[in-house]
T-cell receptor, first 114, second 112 residues
Framework: GAGVSQSPSNKVTEKGKDVELRCDPI?????LYWYRQSLGQGLEFLIY????????KSGLPSDRFSAERTGGSVSTLTIQRTQQEDSAVYLC????????????FGPGTRLTVL | KQEVTQIPAALSVPEGENLVLNCSFT??????LQWFRQDPGKGLTSLLL???SQREQTSGRLNASLDKSSGRSTLYIAASQPGDSATYLC???????????WGAGTKLIIKP
């Protein structure tokens, strides 16, 4: 079966523009995570969706960041009024549930803010 | 607050050598510790997962150990091959929640 997919693979935008990043998790996976990986840094947790529960947004760095998950499947991460410090690789992962330890990662979206 | 550190940041060794990658964590109250591999332009691949009650896990040429009391995990790679070249990341999951706390990774280069 297909793994986690993300689009676009690369995104270059100008400072101040809004961007949308998309994640298609593995079919049937109820948990979905967004992470950010800046150059030379470890992954930074952003947001977590589990089934129909309210998402855990505790990792979002500012109110310019938001995410939604429609129909318990596809998720979109939106960054408004992008800043240069938003430049990073944004990774999405899914797993079979909160007690399922293994997270399966997508290839990521490399965002560059000029 | 959990902090995860990986040393060294980069490592280059000749093909065929056995090597050890290190991961340390500050809070021993972990649920599990995972090792991942990251290839350029690709996502992360889970290599090994050690539950807090376990001391080690093995998969092929890879062996991961866990010592909670000292806050350390190691990833041992036997008979290294050029295809092992990648960045290796460790991540600790806490007892109280599902979040993974990540190290910054070790970039491994295996020279033919």
């Amino acid at each position: 079966g297909a793994g986690v997919s993300q689009s676009p693979s690369n995104k270059v935008t100008e400072k101040g523009k809004d961007v949308e990043l998309r994640c298609d998790p593995i079919s049937g996976h109820t948990a979905l995570y967004w992470y950010r990986q800046s150059l030379g840094q470890g992954l930074e947790f952003l947001i977590y969706f589990q089934g129909n529960s309210a998402p855990d947004k505790s990792g979002l760095p500012s109110d310019r960041f938001s995410a939604e998950r429609t129909g318990g499947s596809v998720s979109t991460l939106t960054i408004q009024r992008t800043q240069q410090e938003d430049s990073a690789v944004y990774l999405c992962a899914s797993s079979g549930g909160p007690s399922s330890a293994t997270q399966y990662f997508g290839p990521g979206t490399r965002l560059t803010v000029l | 607050k959990q902090e995860v550190t990986q040393i060294p940041a980069a490592l280059s060794v000749p093909e065929g050598e056995n090597l050890v990658l290190n991961c340390s964590f500050t809070d021993s109250a972990i649920y599990n510790l995972q090792w991942f591999r990251q290839d350029p332009g690709k996502g992360l691949t889970s290599l090994l997962l050690i539950q807090s009650s376990q001391r080690e896990q093995t998969s092929g040429r890879l062996n991961a150990s866990l010592d909670k009391s000292s806050g350390r995990s190691t990833l041992y790679i036997a008979a290294s091959q050029p295809g092992d070249s990648a960045t290796y990341l460790c991540a600790a999951r806490g007892d109280s929640n599902y979040q993974l706390i990540w190290g910054a990774g070790t970039k491994l280069i295996i020279k033919p």
